[in-house]
């Protein structure tokens, strides 16, 4: 049953454009918008994140409890719209999962918030368990055997000290278990404050160690496993089950896999031996009590997750993130125009990888890596995360069909949801080559607030998503001077999010980080002013109101930034400063002679 397309009564507050608004109306508000921002208090060639974007700040003081940078403002437009469809739209037209994601989203905003401590015993109702953390070091009917915790915590998508997944194959009932390392980028550590919470607010039994005890250890265990540092593998070593190296990968599958007994001679792949000979030879010294009790805190964090929804806003922010393809869906349908849109924005992506290769092409030194250019010839894009060859709102059917939530219960919801993608990856016949695209679009339990695109390494794919495509980033009407400053100037930055890894040793991580703004925007400015014709500079400026090429090129600069403005820049104020100072276009542009003049050294 098709979802109702709603209009939203006077656009949300501000930016989703209505239909009366004319052609030249929509570019005089981007125009104005980048205009707003900037402040000549600041000087452009010293301080240009300032000069471009200090004014932000006041002028979304109003919404400061909702969003705080422009990415995040394009997620709070976009749930407002998510609210007003589930409000509005009768529950008979929505079709099973888009009822289910209302459940989710009604039962985040109205049930009452748990303390840490109810969220403890919900979770012993719910496992039958006992809490290591409640448990006597002496006790005699409990066993500390922090394999077995985490193995019943990976169920709710708890992934530590090791990664551990499985893999179907797509001609037999079977699946091949893999070890893995963590990704350490996303790696939190445990703080002292939260610890000093958990003692004041779970009491705990005679026998046990206390929270400050405990953190004593954690601090320094955290700091050393933070530091393992080992070399990167893409092939798996693989083993049967009972040739596996370390007791404690048995023990971990035999818990993961219970009831079902292990064949010796099941198939286990392990991606990197030296770190799991590493992680072996770190855990060494620390007892089963201490490990235990770790595993079960930091599966605790998730509680913090959870609890992350003061406003129904956020309520939305993370129903999208638990369901990402379902609210893509709806949003999709919700807007039939970007369907239009789709060939255009596809087009200014691969003119951006063009740009880009075109510019890394400048290099004569031989300092960018060959890598770096077998990757852009690959290179490819996806607007939306939802499958473009098939039926989406079927596919989706299927897909959540096994999964009932209530509106009346948050945390137990998140509970059915978390075990609900663990089973669906363990045993679902999607998990195959044929359908990576679709469901690489695993839910996030993280509070992501930001919509921007993400890059998928092992397809070369960048996705989309469609509430990007809205001011100021993105309208069907906006002239290519606004669409080339905005999005294009976004896509060739992000492009190098694909370089980062390629070549740890040769090119790292940093200097990725630090040519990609330099290039990306230099690639997006070259590519728009360089065939840009006199004709069209003279329609500019008489739309506009301007009188000079160096205008029209002021007004380029400021949008290409505008998507960085946030309350607090200290970061991105020095990435976009450094950024500019490197490009000669700039400097020429604000008349930068003292830029010009120490670059002579």
């Not at 240009?48 to 969003?67: G, Q, V």
């Not at 075109?358 to 960018?368: A, E, P, T, W, Y």
Request: proline fraction near 5%; aromatic fraction near 16%; include cysteine.
């Amino acid at each position: 049953m098709k979802i109702c397309v709603l209009l939203l009564a006077a656009s949300l507050g501000a930016v989703m454009v209505s239909g009366e608004d004319d052609h030249k109306t929509i570019n005089e508000k981007q125009r104005s918008l980048l205009m707003d921002n900037f402040d000549t208090d600041f000087r452009p060639c010293t301080t240009f994140y300032n000069y471009a974007c200090y004014k932000w700040s006041e002028n979304h003081k109003a919404k400061r409890d909702n969003y705080t940078n422009v990415a995040e403002m394009l997620n709070y437009e976009v749930n407002l719209e998510l609210m007003e469809y589930f409000e509005k739209t009768p529950e008979s037209n929505m079709p099973g999962f888009v009822k289910m994601v209302k459940d989710f989203f009604v039962s985040c905003r109205e049930t009452a918030e748990l303390t840490i401590l109810d969220f403890m015993h919900l979770l012993e109702r719910q496992e039958n368990m006992k809490w290591a953390l409640f448990t006597a070091d002496n006790s005699e009917d409990f066993v500390f055997d922090w394999t077995a915790i985490a193995a019943r915590f990976r169920k709710y998508g708890f992934n530590y000290l090791f990664r551990s997944e499985a893999k179907k194959s797509p001609d037999a009932d079977k699946f091949t278990m893999y070890f893995k390392m963590p990704n350490f980028s996303s790696f939190n550590y445990i703080f002292h404050f939260e610890m000093e919470e958990y003692n004041r607010t779970i009491p705990l039994p005679s026998g046990t160690m206390n929270f400050e005890e405990l953190w004593e250890i954690i601090d320094t265990f955290e700091d050393k496993f933070r530091e393992i540092k080992v070399p990167k593998e893409t092939e798996p070593t693989m083993f049967k089950f009972h040739e596996l190296p370390y007791p404690w990968m048995q023990s971990y599958l035999k818990a993961l896999l219970h009831p079902q007994a292990i064949d010796p001679d099941m198939e286990v792949g392990v991606y990197n031996m030296a770190y799991m000979a590493t992680l072996d030879n770190f855990l060494k010294p620390y007892d089963a009590i201490f490990l235990a009790r770790y595993i079960e805190l930091r599966f605790m964090q998730i509680f913090d997750k959870l609890n992350q929804r003061s406003y129904p806003s956020k309520c939305m922010t993370i129903t999208k993130n638990i369901f990402p393809m379902a609210t893509e869906y709806i949003y999709g349908q919700m807007h039939p125009e970007l369907v239009e849109e789709v060939p255009k924005i596809k087009q200014i992506f691969e003119n951006m990888v063009r740009s880009v290769n075109k510019s890394l092409h400048l290099d004569v030194s031989g300092v960018i890596p060959k890598a770096f250019f077998d990757k852009l010839e690959t290179m490819h894009m996806k607007v939306g995360n939802l499958p473009q060859e098939r039926d989406a709102k079927d596919l989706l059917e299927s897909y959540y069909a096994q999964l009932k939530l209530t509106p009346s219960d948050y945390y137990l919801n998140n509970l059915e949801i978390m075990k609900f993608y663990f089973k669906f990856w363990q045993d679902s016949k999607y998990a195959v080559e044929d359908d990576m695209m679709f469901y690489q679009n695993k839910p996030n339990y993280d509070y992501e607030a930001d919509i921007e695109p993400t890059y998928v390494a092992s397809m070369n794919l960048f996705i989309y998503p469609l509430g990007l495509f809205r001011p100021p980033v993105y309208h069907a009407d906006f002239e290519d001077i606004f669409k080339q400053s905005s999005l294009a100037t976004l896509m060739a930055v992000r492009i190098f999010d694909a370089f980062l890894g390629v070549d740890d040793d040769g090119f790292p991580a940093d200097d990725v980080k630090q040519i990609a703004g330099v290039i990306g925007l230099y690639s997006s400015f070259e590519a728009f002013f360089s065939t840009l014709t006199a004709e069209e500079i003279s329609r500019y400026q008489t739309m506009f109101g301007f009188t000079t090429l160096q205008q029209l090129k002021e007004m380029f600069l400021l949008g290409s930034v505008h998507y960085k403005c946030e309350w607090i820049p200290a970061s991105l104020q020095h990435y976009v400063d450094s950024t500019v100072s490197h490009l000669s276009a700039f400097t020429e542009v604000y008349d930068c002679k003292l830029n010009n003049y120490v670059k002579m050294f």
